[in-house]
């Protein structure tokens, strides 16, 4: 599970936005040991019994970032990798940022020293270290996964028109255009899956709202492509029984999770993945794609119950 591929020199501490020269080793590593296929693939392997895994994996991005384009699919098609981009698809519409990128945006680059957000219940911090400042944003984050929509929209217009922005910098946090996913879909070595429409938490919202975030980002994709849209991937990883089935009645063949768990049958509505970002260097990446950290985690939770 990646998310965005920025240029190297581009400096954000942002844990889900790897630099282009990292992401291409482990591209170089994973072409080298693994059999790299679709998730339409990997579907049919884990409906076929009878079919081996051939130490298969698959590569996917979520959000829709613009540096998906321009950075990371190059290498992908270099070593002829097919991968799956899960389009958030409300703020490509409106060509405007996923709010969490929206909180990382104005508070990263903010060149005021000291934040206040106390009087809309955000903290407040004094740090300027780029690290520092991602932890605030982290921080931040985390407290608007509780508010509604309508919430977050009303926090968010403060904390915009609050932090003054540094002028000319490049913002990692674009989404890909209408246009975009068009070009990427024509790919041979590209899936478009879906990834709701304004990147909710959807057990944080109604069932009837969590059905409408995943059907209308459905439905917009499919009139944008021409063509049917099967796979999903759940914002923050969050879902429970009824979202699973939800997702099957509205056509889904498939969901996957942030979790890092070893598939024990296969749950197509529930597939595990391997989360890789700024922070994993490549022994890091070795041991997770070697199944040793999942394998030891799931050892752990076996011995603790």
């Given amino acids: 599970m990646y998310h965005g591929v920025i240029d190297d020199s581009e400096n954000t501490e942002c844990w889900w936005l790897l630099k282009k020269s990292e992401f291409e080793k482990q591209i170089k590593y994973i072409s080298r040991n693994y059999n790299v296929i679709s998730i339409d ?21 979520d959000d829709g970032y613009r540096n998906i384009l321009s950075n990371a699919c190059p290498i992908l098609n270099k070593y002829n990798l097919p991968s799956t981009i899960y389009i958030t698809t409300g703020p490509v519409e409106t060509d405007s940022l996923i709010w969490i990128d929206q909180i990382y945006s104005a508070i990263y680059h903010c060149t005021d020293q000291y934040i206040n957000l106390e009087d809309i219940g ?14 605030f944003a982290k921080d931040v984050t985390d407290k608007f996964k509780k508010l509604s929509l309508k919430d977050k929209e009303k926090k968010l217009t403060i904390l915009n028109k609050r932090l003054p922005y540094i002028p000319g910098v490049k913002n990692p946090f674009k989404l890909l255009s209408i246009n975009d996913i068009k070009e990427l879909s024509r790919n041979p070595l590209v899936t478009i899956g879906a990834h709701t429409i304004n990147h909710e938490i959807l ?10 975030e995943i059907s209308d980002s459905k439905k917009r994709l499919e009139e944008w ?11 923050n990883g969050n879902y429970n029984n009824e979202i699973k089935t939800q997702l099957e009645k509205i056509g889904f063949k498939s969901a996957v999770t942030t979790n890092d768990s070893i598939l024990k049958s296969p749950n197509f509505f529930e597939l595990p993945r391997l989360g890789i970002g700024a922070w994993d260097d490549m022994a890091t990446f070795k041991c997770l794609t070697s199944g040793i950290i999942p394998i030891l985690k799931t050892a752990k939770s076996f011995i603790r119950n």
């Fill in 122 to 135: 955000l903290g407040s911090s004094r740090d300027r270290t780029s690290f520092e400042r991602s932890e």
């Fill in 203 to 212: 057990t944080n919202i109604s069932f009837d709202s969590a059905v409408n």
């Fill in 41 to 61: 693939d990997a579907i049919n392997i884990l409906l076929d019994s009878n079919l081996r895994f051939n130490n298969n994996a698959v590569i996917t991005f």
């Fill in 225 to 235: 492509l021409g063509r049917p849209v099967d796979h999903f991937a759940y914002p």
